[in-house]
């Protein structure tokens, strides 16, 4: 009987690790496919233009101003130009500095510079079509004195990733950024972005979408939990009674 119970552990342990193998070659295989693509937008043409009515930055024209415009989401793999990387960036210190600086991660701008680095930093820019030259044109039309862009109303930084480094179990598509100007908010676009980078997910074979999010930052929990439908997910720290300033948000968007 001691024989019959060590083998049957035995074969147990086998099974365990060629499930563990398996599941491990499939991840690599779809994150390595994914990363491959070098258009990764195409089958998306029709989700990536809205009309949208913009007010006009306070730098350009009056406060308060507002007019239709055609903004068309483009695809970027690392690296960036040095003009966008320093776009981005900037627009990221200056939406989510305060909430670095005040959380237990503190702001580190050379880290974060290192990420859109990362040789498989994938990118959404989001770009006026239309846009209008209020500037003497012997200046570039898409950028003001101070170096910053005026024609890219936001951005997403993403990664297709493993989802735990050493017992990977999915593949999915990792949200590191959604940053938006503020014109360019409460015209839907922040929906639009995450709508595309689900499809995204979803076509390249990502079982979920996942991000982290300040639970200071209650208007994008409230963004991404009521209004998208987000959950928290099971690897987040409170569902292990873990006292941190963040949650780790998820949706699955895996179709057998």
Known sequence: MKKKF????SSERKERQRKATETANRIQKAISSANAKQDILAP?????????????????LS????????????????????????????LFQEN????????????????????????????LLVRQEDQIDYRDSTTDKNSSENGIRDDIV???????????????????????????EDHARRIGLGRRLMSIME??????????????????NQVAMDFYLKKLKYRVDESSPS????????EILSKSVYRA
């Not at 043409?45 to 306070?58: N, R, Y």
């Not at 055609?70 to 900037?90: D, G, I, M, P």
């Open 6 to 9: 060590r083998n049957t552990k």
């Open 44 to 60: 998306l043409t029709a989700f990536c233009l809205m009309e949208a009515k913009l007010q006009s930055p306070s730098s350009i």
């Open 63 to 90: 406060s308060g101003t507002t007019r239709k415009t055609k903004l068309k989401v483009e695809f970027h793999s690392a690296l960036l130009s040095k003009e966008l990387q320093t776009y981005c960036l900037n």
């Open 96 to 123: 989510m500095g305060d909430l670095y600086r005040s959380s237990s991660w503190g702001l580190n701008p050379k880290e974060k510079e290192r990420e859109f680095q990362h040789e498989h930093a994938r990118f």
């Open 154 to 180: 936001g951005f997403t930084h993403f990664r297709f990733e493993p989802d735990d480094e050493s017992h990977p179990n999915e593949e999915v598509l990792y949200v590191y950024e959604v940053q938006i």
């Open 199 to 216: 499809l995204i997910a979803m076509q390249n074979g990502m079982r979920k979408v996942v991000l982290t999010v300040f639970k200071a």
């Open 239 to 246: 569902q292990f009674n873990e006292e941190v300033d963040y």
